[in-house]
């Protein structure tokens, strides 16, 4: 019991700061206790702020408190100090392994608690006493008895190393800096010690820093997601309930398409069957006609003949009858086409649509990521990118997959269209291109014009408001069989390499980062772009008109 008051009252007396019995104790304003020299530290780093706190319970304190030793304390302590050796349990009181030993013990050696920088000694409790005891003793700097002051001895000299040699960037003792660090550029550990705290101070102050800004972006980015969970289930919802007012509206389509069809069925039916209905009373009326002539044709009486003949002949040459005005009844086999046509445009409008739905909801990575190196590496971000028949100009015949345009000397029949090149001989992509993508350009011919354009570059008018590089909207690698030039926006820019018939592009929209390279056995960079793209980009090819005849094309490749 006496053993555990003990433990208990020097637990009660360590200083929260170094973990250690209480030395030159001071009582701040709070009531906390702590080492004179462990407070007056803490509080130098606090200097700048000019606010004070208590390490424990955070109580601030403006102006810095004055610092007084505590006598009670002190005495109590001393008191400890010499029956603490007593009341530890004896195998506590002994070194063993990963223990600093007494060096004054001469039989089984205690554990060491101070290490005396001026002895250059490690003391156990029994063996500091006199530190504490002398005046001469007690003016010895003493410190924790660890390993780690062990290696504050220089191996050389056997001094404590309390000089720092600027020049080899190493703590000396006296002797070295007479000796091997003789005129090297010397400050006392100490001096040098104050002065990286500054440095520690000012890094100290970036990492705050730092991390304000980190944790705004933190909160912000928290925020963010917030928002995007909030954005994606409220889009969800406002698309279930669209769709769902989509399909509405095409059941009411059904439903009133049904009716009209049956309504116009019987109608017609009903026409047909009064039809039907006089036309067998025209018959049956002809057929009584008939046997009055056939009566009348087989009379002997000339005189009545003549008198009844006039009469049934107009009778039988009257042109009111139903079956003069007949029309043809109407037919329903065109409604199944017309229908076909209706739900083609409907699907080419969602279509169409689908590919932006696809851009605005598109998550990009938040943090950039390095631009591939390898040919394989940049097909991982290959896009499937087709010819748009509505961009092309009428010189340019597409494949069937839209994926080939082939120079022609007649013109294509293209239905006209507000998209459609006029006088450029160009084409666009279907696809719009966002994000990081990656295709290859496959040409032959005497040359060809590889681009990204925005969509509402020009599609009339002079070169400058619809060519591909010759205005802002656009960005081209001209290939010509000798030579390679890149156009922005009419600024031309040659560009040295070997002409390949196959071209790869990179794009990274976000990033504002367009690559053109030559692809053969090797990826060979020809030109890179940095700007910001405000729109997403289309891929575009342009055939030169002076190729006719040598069969001049151009195909977009998504694979080796």
């Not at 049956?284 to 002949?313: C, G, M, V, W």
Request: net charge positive; aromatic share 8%; proline share 4%.
């Amino acid at each position: 019991m006496a053993q555990g008051g003990t433990q208990l009252d020097s637990a009660k007396f360590c200083c929260s700061i170094c973990l250690d019995l209480l030395q030159d104790p001071v009582t701040i304003p709070c009531g906390h206790s702590y080492c004179m020299s462990c407070i007056k530290a803490c509080w130098d780093g606090e200097e700048q702020k000019k606010i004070y706190s208590c390490p424990q319970c955070r109580q601030t304190f403006t102006p810095r408190p004055v610092l007084v030793k505590s006598t009670m304390l002190a005495e109590l302590l001393e008191e400890m100090k010499k029956t603490r050796l007593q009341a530890a349990p004896p195998d506590l009181c002994y070194a063993g392994p990963g223990d600093v030993a007494c060096d004054v013990c001469t039989t089984r050696k205690r554990k060491a608690l101070r290490f005396c920088q001026v002895c250059l000694a490690s003391y156990c409790e029994h063996h500091l006493q006199p530190h504490y005891d002398a005046p001469p003793l007690k003016k010895h700097k003493l410190v924790e008895a660890t390993v780690q002051p062990q290696e504050n001895i220089c191996s050389r000299h056997g001094e404590v190393m309390k000089i720092f040699c600027r020049t080899d960037q190493q703590c000396i003792c006296y002797l070295c800096s007479m000796d091997g660090h003789n005129g090297h550029d010397t400050i006392s550990a100490a001096a040098e010690r104050t002065e990286r705290q500054k440095e520690l101070w000012v890094s100290r102050q970036k990492v705050h820093k730092k991390m304000l800004e980190t944790h705004k972006n933190l909160m912000s980015l928290h925020q963010e997601v917030k928002s995007i969970l909030f954005s994606a289930d409220k889009a969800v919802e406002d698309s279930e309930k669209i769709f769902t007012e989509l399909m509405h509206f095409i059941w009411r389509r059904k439903v009133d398409v049904k009716l009209h069809i049956r309504s116009q069925q019987k109608k017609e039916v009903s026409q047909g069957v009064a039809l039907l209905k006089r036309l067998k009373q025209e018959i049956d009326e002809l057929r009584r006609k008939d046997a009055e002539l056939e009566q009348l044709s087989h009379t002997e009486d000339h005189i009545h003949f003549l008198q009844n003949y006039p009469l049934l002949s107009c009778l039988s040459e009257s042109t009111d009858s139903p079956s003069n005005n007949i029309r043809p009844l109407r037919s329903f086999e065109d409604v199944p086409a017309v229908m076909s046509k209706a739900r083609d445009k409907l699907q080419a409008s969602l279509d169409e649509e689908w590919s932006e739905i696809m851009r605005v909801t598109k998550v990009d990575d938040l943090l950039t990521q390095p631009e591939p190196k390898t040919r394989d590496e940049f097909f991982q971000h290959s896009c499937p990118i087709t010819l748009d028949p509505n961009t092309a100009h009428t010189r340019l015949s597409l494949s069937k997959q839209n994926r080939k345009a082939t120079l022609r000397e007649k013109k294509q029949s293209y239905p006209s269209h507000p998209d459609r090149f006029v006088e450029m001989w160009q084409v666009l992509s279907k696809e719009s291109l966002t994000g990081r993508c990656y295709w290859e350009v496959e040409w032959r011919g005497e040359g060809v014009l590889i681009a990204v354009s925005y969509k509402d570059i020009g599609r009339t008018g002079t070169d400058d408001a619809c060519g591909f590089g010759c205005n802002d909207k656009s960005w081209a690698l001209d290939c010509y069989m000798k030579r390679y030039q890149f156009t922005h926006n009419n600024i031309v820019t040659p560009i040295q390499g070997q002409v390949s018939s196959r071209v790869g592009v990179y794009l990274d929209h976000r990033a504002g980062i367009l690559s053109f390279y030559s692809v053969s056995e090797t990826m060979t960079l020809l030109h890179r772009v940095q700007t910001t793209f405000t729109q997403p980009l289309y891929a575009g090819l342009w055939l030169p008109r002076f190729s006719f005849g040598n069969g001049a094309s151009a195909v977009l490749c998504h694979s080796k």
